[in-house]
């Protein structure tokens, strides 16, 4: 049996939940161990409910069995191995349940002693992948492989799509990945078919990222309701990754339903600093969302090398927004519309 020592980790989620998020590829690469298994057993080493001569709770040393462990990154000498737990805040309760399935990124911080791979947030995973085979399972393209064949298992959609979602926290893919995502991509769940967009969206090279933003942009503009699934892992590759060819794409979405999803996309024009943006821009001075309106404005300013009250601050235009505007589409009238009119087509 292995003890790995952890000097924090998050609080455990509930059973046959996912609860990673951010940069997997870095985290594994930081990683001297990366393994999954079965809590078998917890195991309080001081006792809970203790309080200082504060009243506030103490902290709790647990000691966390696992049983059935296999690696997809370094070695443990059996299947059971003890990872060491310190709650520090215990109104969170025990960290845990027995049964769950763990996926754990650890790093040897002296001689044995392995302490969490975090970037503040928890790196467990709660489903249980395919069990491996003698030494065939390794490696990030082995993991991105177990977790698809969790996503193609659609007996339970609920846990299909949460392995779908964490493609999300991929830089790359596999390429038997993106052919399953793609395979996938013709589900009838609407949000499947999303999340297999957004998943190679993410990951995508310079050539195809605008025929998929493209259809990002026309999935979304026909979708209503709540924040759709993936949306906050892709704000960044809108606004960061788009060039002048997605700007169709771009003007689609920024007439989308999502707050968030508009002003990503209003990034990405900004960005450009083109002109030829200049007559879409002084249509969203009519936008419902005041974001657009001035990030249209600014974005104005900008390609045209105009302060003052063209260019006001974010406080200052939220005072007078329509005396800001005003001047624009006035300038627009006057001078603007014949250096920019939109080209022909």
């Not at 046959?16 to 078998?40: K, N, Q, Y």
């Not at 769940?189 to 090279?205: F, I, N, Q, S, Y």
């Not at 969203?284 to 006001?312: C, H, M, R, W």
Request: glycine residues 6%; charged residues 25%; aromatic residues 8%.
């Amino acid at each position: 049996m292995r003890l790995a020592t952890l000097v924090f980790l998050s609080a455990f989620m509930a059973q046959a939940r996912i609860s990673v998020t951010g940069d997997i590829e870095g985290r594994f690469a930081a990683s001297d161990l990366v393994c999954r298994g079965t809590v078998s057993a917890i195991t309080a080493l001081s006792r809970e409910g203790a309080t200082d001569a504060t009243g506030k709770l103490t902290p709790v040393d647990y000691d966390i069995s696992f049983s059935d462990a296999s690696c997809y990154k370094g070695t443990v000498k059996s299947q059971r191995f003890v990872v060491r737990i310190r709650r520090h805040d215990q109104s969170q309760g025990r960290p845990g349940a027995v049964r769950t399935r763990e996926l754990l990124f650890l790093k040897t911080s002296e001689g044995s002693v392995l302490e969490p791979v975090e970037d503040g947030r928890s790196a467990i995973l709660f489903w249980d992948l395919p069990r491996p085979s003698p030494g065939t399972r390794s490696g990030i393209p082995q993991l991105q492989r177990d977790i698809a064949s969790v996503a193609l298992d659609r007996r339970d959609l609920s846990r299909s799509k949460e392995a779908l979602q964490l493609f999300l926290s991929f830089g790359h893919l596999d390429p038997d990945v993106r052919a399953t995502l793609a395979q996938l991509q013709g589900s009838g769940d609407a949000d499947t078919r999303l999340l297999c967009l957004e998943a190679r969206l993410k990951t995508a090279g310079a050539g195809d990222h605008h025929a998929l933003l493209r259809e990002l942009a026309v999935a979304l503009s026909a979708r209503g309701g709540e924040n759709p699934p993936g949306m906050f892992e892709i704000l960044d590759v809108i606004a960061q990754k788009s060039s002048f060819w997605d700007f169709e794409a771009l003007k689609m979405l920024v007439r989308c339903p999502y707050p968030l999803l508009r002003s990503s996309a209003m990034d990405a024009i900004r960005s450009l600093r083109a002109p030829r943006t200049m007559p879409f821009l002084v249509e969203q001075l009519d936008s419902n969302d005041p974001d657009v309106q001035y990030d249209a404005l600014i974005t104005l300013a900008e390609i045209t090398n105009k302060g003052g009250d063209f260019g006001p601050t974010m406080d200052t235009f939220e005072k007078q927004p329509e005396k800001h505007i005003a001047l624009w589409k006035k300038w627009w009238q006057d001078e603007g519309a014949r250096r920019y009119a939109a080209p022909a087509r």
